[in-house]
């Protein structure tokens, strides 16, 4: 997304599979975000926010190791947090209330995901 000065959106794309991530890359980019990088699990995406600095992270549920939530409430407690959009293959309703309770801008599921619904989750 860029914004009205002519500034791309610094995205971050966290997610498992790589068949997603490239995707995804490709579709956002396309629609006007500046894709930081892609990254497979929880820790490697606590380190690029750290070193890239995105303005929105576009967040798997399930990951290896830590897993979506628990990298979400970890940025949101950093001293300049992104917005943070959570994904998943799985429906909203197999995560019950876990997905009020995280500090994010909402969730997504993977089929849904678009530079507009993720610019309308992250600016609202």
Known sequence: MVDPVGVATR?????????FRQF?????????????????????????????HPDVVLLDVQLPGIDGFEVAERLAAGPVPPKVVLTS??????????????????????????GQAITALATA
């Open 24 to 52: 995804a890359r490709m579709m956002l980019s396309c629609e006007g975000f500046e894709v930081t990088d892609a990254v497979a699990d929880g820790e490697s995406a606590l380190d690029a926010v750290r070193e890239q």
């Open 89 to 114: 293959s799985r429906s909203a309703c197999d995560y019950g209330t876990r997905l009020q309770r995280v500090h994010a801008s909402g969730f997504l599921p993977k089929q849904e995901v678009s």
């Open 11 to 19: 995205l971050l794309i966290v997610d498992d599979h790589a068949g």
